[in-house]
């Protein structure tokens, strides 16, 4: 981006944007988590769902992550939301999901080289899920295997 904005010449119509984006990207690695909740106005369904993707990762295993919540940051409703998402063939919900099973599996594959039982239920409590069958269900929906399949399958 940087790299970007120095080959740019200041009349080039790319450059005022790629300013913002980078005076965003700053701004959010620097910023306090009371900062963070304070989100700028965003006009497109783009630019929404990109701080979308930034408050689900920073919220991931929090209870009350939610569309509902996620539209009340944004300063919209949840019916934009959705039409957002929508646009792009999938929803808040299933963003939400993926991001947590992609988490469980990361932790799940940490913890192979390791010593010692992994219980899979608290790794689903972690990640952010609350009941188990239905982590179990997502888990073998998304990676074609159970979370216990994928810690003993390097031992086949």
């Given at each position: 981006?940087?790299?970007?904005?120095?080959?740019?010449?200041?009349?080039?119509?790319?450059?005022?944007?790629?300013?913002?984006?980078?005076?965003?990207?700053?701004?959010?690695?620097?910023?306090?988590?009371?900062?963070?909740?304070?989100?700028?106005?965003?006009?497109?369904?783009?630019?929404?769902?990109?701080?979308?993707?930034?408050?689900?990762?920073?919220?991931?295993?929090?209870?009350?992550l939610?569309?509902?919540?996620?539209?009340?940051?944004?300063?919209?409703s949840?019916?934009?939301?959705?039409?957002d998402?929508?646009?792009?063939?999938?929803?808040?919900?299933?963003?939400?999901?993926?991001?947590?099973?992609?988490?469980?599996?990361?932790?799940?594959?940490?913890?192979?080289?390791?010593?010692?039982?992994?219980?899979?239920?608290?790794?689903?409590?972690?990640?952010?899920?609350?009941?188990?069958?239905?982590?179990?269900?997502?888990?073998?929906?998304?990676?074609?295997?159970?979370?216990?399949?994928?810690?003993?399958?390097?031992?086949?």
């Amino acid at each position: 981006l940087v790299a970007k904005l120095v080959e740019n010449e200041p009349q080039d119509k790319r450059t005022p944007h790629l300013q913002q984006l980078l005076f965003d990207a700053t701004r959010q690695a620097f910023a306090t988590q009371d900062e963070i909740d304070v989100l700028p106005r965003s006009e497109t369904a783009g630019e929404r769902i990109e701080i979308v993707q930034v408050l689900i990762d920073r919220h991931l295993t929090e209870e009350n992550l939610s569309p509902r919540w996620l539209a009340e940051k944004l300063g919209v409703s949840l019916r934009t939301l959705q039409d957002d998402f929508n646009e792009f063939g999938t929803t808040p919900t299933s963003m939400i999901r993926l991001r947590r099973l992609h988490l469980a599996k990361d932790q799940l594959l940490r913890h192979k080289g390791q010593s010692g039982k992994l219980n899979i239920a608290e790794l689903a409590y972690s990640s952010g899920f609350n009941d188990i069958s239905y982590f179990n269900r997502c888990f073998r929906e998304v990676f074609h295997c159970t979370p216990k399949d994928m810690l003993s399958e390097d031992k086949r």
